[in-house]
């Protein structure tokens, strides 16, 4: 591999440090409070892994009233393996105590706001409680996805058996921080045919792509291209939240990307790869070339058959704006949803404070079926009826009925007729890869790209990631496979990058979703797909419950509601190589031990 994609030129970094005279008293500690033998002070013994913002030592331009420093309990008070979230006036953080010493850094995670003080504390990191994702506690690194930032860590040292942290108190309010990125060294014009890597899509594997390039060191163009009018932002939230904006599910500003060298060109459709050109032809005839390509275009929904597909007001949930115009047309009028798919049911559950009526259609008997299993899919369905949905089962859309191109009904093959004002599709999707009809690209019969480990595809220089591949995947002995979460699209991406750069490291992860509806979260770890059992711990009908996937006796997902934080507990376990027997966890059930983790840490074996 030749030019950028060579190692990059160590960077020579300088530190300077001050010490207030206050502390010169006390530099003979570091600052998980052992005695040291150097006089430099280190973040939880890393030093450099902060940003000049946040949590890096006191420079001599930072004034003292920029810092907060607290004594937050004796050394006593924490046992080792124990978090306690403290507060140090100007803001909170996370104190832990692991192997006999202390360190501190952010409490809540950056990517929805989790306190991590209901996480996961495991050999060396913090895995959030709500999705899964994983923070060095040294660093605050994140190792580990969902999200983008890590967080900032903050000093720590012990004076008279007290512990005492020392923090940024921009950092405090901030709780988070971007890793440190090169920028394009390269002086470039926007309108040159080229780019040493071009990024289809905007999607979290298309952004990580991107930004763990420039994490990296890579100092040349990048170039992302979206068929989207905005920004990259959280798809996920679309179908929970109907009215929210674009502005307010924005991942990164377009200052952020400029900031760093990330190109982005917006509605720009690509329509061919040329792989011996090293080109993409987009829809307005833009052609450029590329020393690599990452394909991430992501789902499209999948096509239906059914007359009337050009009545008005039926929509496939891909935008902001098809949110918030089917939040403004369904208020107090009659919506149907078609399908039973996780985007389908939040949906409906979204519209139940609006509509006069909401109607799900699907083609299997309970919702979720395939995903959960049939006595989790209807302890959910009943959640929906007791909200006033009705369902229509074991069915499928013969014809939407129009009035003046408006759509007025939705006719099913039963011969049963729906009332309909606007009517949402949530049938399902497909991967986004017509446009590489032609390309030499491996396509399986469905339409995904296969790729290797290190998200390789076919073609020397061409990776792909996220929805639209199968990849090997380890638990299930390399058997490809395609998992569509928001998280491992963040993994991909990461993986995607470090191989484009020579660095191709295996994927250690472990798949985690999240689906919120009424207020309640389903979260699930793991990979169910062909699981043959079931074992419920706890109760379906109150929604308290825990629901292991097992395939022969072992257990190979978990799925949980008001259990937290057992499935980052099950994550963890699974992430770690061991395996967890299905007779186990039908033991606790029948003893009744349901939510009960510590068990876990045992059971687990190799």
Request: charged share 25%; glycine share 8%; hydrophobic share 40%.
């Amino acid at each position: 591999m030749g030019g950028c994609f060579s190692k990059p030129k160590p960077v020579d970094v300088k530190v300077e440090l001050s010490l207030l005279d206050k502390e010169k008293e006390v530099d003979g500690l570091s600052p998980n409070g052992k005695a040291s033998p150097f006089a430099d002070c280190r973040l939880n013994g890393a030093l450099g892994h902060g940003s000049d913002d946040d949590s890096t030592p006191l420079p001599p331009y930072h004034k003292p009233r920029d810092y907060v420093e607290a004594s937050v309990c004796h050394v006593k008070d924490l046992e080792n393996g124990q978090m306690r979230e403290v507060d140090l006036g100007s803001g909170r953080a996370l104190l832990i105590k692991e192997h006999g010493e202390f360190s501190a850094m952010g409490h809540k995670c950056p990517h929805y706001g989790a306190p991590l003080v209901k996480g996961v504390l495991s050999k060396g990191h913090v895995r959030c409680p709500w999705h899964g994702a994983c923070f060095n506690i040294a660093t605050g690194d994140l190792e580990d996805f969902p999200g983008l930032d890590s967080l900032p860590i903050f000093q720590v040292r012990v004076e008279k058996d007290k512990v005492i942290i020392r923090a940024n108190k921009q950092a405090l309010q901030s709780q988070k921080r971007s890793k440190p990125m090169s920028r394009c060294s390269a002086v470039i014009n926007s309108s040159t045919g080229f780019s040493h890597v071009i990024i289809i899509g905007s999607g979290p594997a298309a952004l990580v792509c991107a930004e763990t390039l420039r994490q990296e060191g890579f100092t040349d163009r990048i170039v992302m291209c979206t068929m989207d009018r905005h920004p990259p932002y959280d798809r996920t939230k679309l179908s929970k939240s109907l009215d929210i904006t674009a502005e307010q599910l924005r991942l990164r500003s377009m200052e952020f990307l400029q900031d760093h060298d990330i190109e982005l060109l917006t509605e720009k459709e690509a329509v061919a790869i040329d792989v011996k050109t090293r080109s993409v032809t987009f829809e307005d005839g833009l052609r450029m070339e590329y020393r690599k390509l990452f394909i991430a275009t992501g789902s499209k929904p999948r096509p239906m058959s059914f007359k009337g597909k050009d009545v008005r007001n039926v929509f496939h949930l891909r935008t902001p704006e098809d949110a918030n115009s089917i939040a403004r047309l369904a208020n107090i009028k009659n919506a149907v949803i078609v399908g039973t798919s996780f985007v389908g049911m939040e949906v409906a559950a979204a519209l139940t404070d609006k509509a006069h009526s909401v109607s799900v259609i699907g083609i299997e008997s309970v919702p979720f079926k395939k995903a959960l299993g049939e006595k989790v899919g209807k302890a959910i369905m009943k959640l929906f009826e007791a909200n006033g949905v009705k369902f229509y089962m074991m069915n499928e859309v013969s014809e939407m009925i129009g009035h003046h191109g408006q759509l007025k009904e939705v006719v099913l093959k039963s011969g049963k007729v729906l009332r309909a004002d606007v009517c949402v599709i949530g049938a399902g999707s497909v991967p986004a890869t017509g446009f590489l009809k032609q390309s030499g690209l491996h396509v399986d019969s469905k339409g995904f790209i296969t790729v290797n480990k290190t998200m390789q595809t076919n073609v020397d220089g061409v990776f792909a990631g996220g929805d639209v591949v199968v990849f090997p995947f380890p638990p299930r002995n390399n058997k490809k496979v395609n998992i569509p979460h928001w998280q491992m699209a963040h993994v991909h991406g990461r993986a995607a990058a470090l191989s484009m750069m020579g660095r191709a490291s295996e994927m250690k992860t472990v798949p985690y979703f999240w689906s919120a509806m009424f207020g309640k979260t389903i979260r699930y770890a793991g990979y169910g797909d062909g699981f043959d059992d079931v074992v419920i711990q706890g109760d379906l009908d109150e929604l308290r419950f825990v629901a292991f996937y097992t395939r022969s006796e072992e257990v190979v997902a978990v799925a949980s509601m008001n259990y937290d934080p057992i499935v980052s507990r099950v994550a963890e376990v699974l992430g770690s190589g061991k395996t967890i027997k299905k007779r186990d966890v039908e033991m606790l059930a029948r003893l009744g031990k349901t939510g009960d983790i510590s068990w876990l840490i045992d059971k687990g074996s190799q």
